[in-house]
Nanobody, 123 residues
């Protein structure tokens, strides 16, 4: 099973930028879908952004479209989430996740999860 390790969270001010990284161990097939989810206090885990590992097509939640960018470096088994113009409502634990079955925005279909990294945006 692929293991995922996130890094890059922290405390920032509204309007700042932050980049999250996710390192995947093991082989990742081209059909794999990699994504970032987040869970804010008192809320359900929600899809933030995803990328098809092979072709690189990207998908975003409406709440982050235009501000966040997901990317991957296949040779390094790395996935990134560049977050710009951060808002207090972006405060959450962010999780990297892998779905061997392809595109999905439902957390229940994902096969592997990282431990999460905290992002806190102060106003």
């Amino acid at each position: 099973q692929v293991q995922l390790i996130e890094s890059g969270g922290g405390l920032v001010q509204a309007g700042d930028s932050l980049t999250l990284s996710c390192k995947a161990s093991g082989r990742i097939f081209s059909s794999t879908f990699m994504a970032w989810f987040r869970r804010a206090p008192g809320k359900e885990r929600e899809f933030v952004a995803g990328i098809r590992w092979g072709v690189g097509n990207t998908y975003y939640a409406d709440s982050v479209k235009g501000r966040f960018t997901i990317s991957r470096v296949q040779a390094e088994n790395m996935v990134y989430l560049q977050m710009n113009s951060l808002k207090p409502e972006d405060t959450a634990v962010y999780y990297c996740a892998l779905d061997r079955g392809g595109y999905s925005t439902m957390h229940s279909t994902y096969d592997s999860w990282g431990q999460g990294t905290q992002v806190t945006v102060s106003s």
